[in-house]
């Protein structure tokens, strides 16, 4: 997919990953609207982008909500003439603990940012890249934890990044072939995601103070830089699973040899099992209409 030229969108753009995604795509010569729930970072970044001659655009959006999204769309179509990227970038992180002990509001703004947000992107800007009949991309942010990482004291996190791959394997196979679909599954990186929480609007249990830990954590993290730099080259090569960190492989491997462990114990292939797999009942009802 072709960066140059092009314009995007990218939601969580004021900070972290996705105001290092924003830059790369600037430095590619792409036009970029910066959407982020804080207005000023966002309008930052835009500075930053217009600064070096291309057009930007800073919108405040909380990715929760569809009608933020629809208007988002809107104004980025109004500026560049059309938008060829998304970056479904915002995410946030419950405050950590059990999961056993995770409250309601805790779990439930987990999951209308992470996969909610992912959701009201894909329902916004897929018909429009469909309708447009040119090349473009949808980028849903995973994570590690899409990958088979599962994260204690952070269950409701990685549920939603299990989510956000389910998501998008199922959008690639949906939408034509002039629409293509990433999933991005970073590790631990130097991002401002220990700040969530600190961000959370009144209506979804409002903010609290930041665990000190997890910015201790993720101060130990990757360059948000050079994650971008990984995105940007997922993107040019068309990769659906864009990987940034290169020991993730080996707990994916673990994952992988568990699960075809328990098949080759429980239920070994056997002449003839294909006779309840999805794709072949749903050719037999084909075939009987």
Request: with cysteine.
């Amino acid at each position: 997919m072709e960066i140059a030229g092009n314009s995007a969108v990218v939601t969580g753009g004021g900070n972290g990953i996705g105001r290092a995604i924003s830059l790369a795509l600037a430095g590619k010569g792409a036009n970029v609207a910066v959407a982020d729930i804080e207005l000023d970072a966002a309008e930052a970044v835009a500075s930053e982008i217009a600064a070096l001659g291309l057009k930007s655009l800073a919108v405040a959006v909380d990715v929760s909500r569809e009608d933020d999204l629809a208007d988002l769309a809107d104004e980025a179509w109004s500026a560049f003439g059309s938008v060829e990227l998304l970056f479904n970038n915002a995410g946030v992180m419950a405050p950590g603990g059990p999961l056993m002990q995770v409250s309601k509001a805790d779990f439930d703004w987990c999951f209308s940012v992470n996969v909610g947000g992912v959701m009201n992107g894909i329902r916004v800007f897929a018909p429009r890249f469909v309708a447009s009949g040119k090349p473009a991309w949808i980028i849903n942010t995973g994570s590690e934890h899409s990958l088979g990482v599962p994260h204690l004291f952070g269950g409701a996190y990685t549920a939603t990044k299990h989510a956000v791959l389910g998501l998008s394997d199922v959008l690639a196979r949906e939408l034509p072939e002039h629409v293509g679909v990433s999933v991005l599954c970073p590790g631990i990186t130097q991002s401002t995601l220990w700040r969530a929480t600190e961000r959370r609007p009144e209506e979804q249990g409002g903010p609290i103070a930041a665990m000190p830990a997890n910015a201790a954590a993720m101060a130990l993290g990757m360059p948000v830089e050079q994650v971008a730099d990984r995105v940007m080259a997922g993107i040019e090569n068309e990769s659906f699973y864009i990987m940034t960190h290169a020991h993730v492989v080996e707990i994916a491997r673990e994952r992988w040899q568990a699960v075809e462990g328990a098949f080759a114990t429980q239920v070994p292939r056997y002449p003839g099992d294909q006779a309840y797999d999805v794709n072949e009942v749903m050719k037999k009802l084909r075939e009987q209409r």
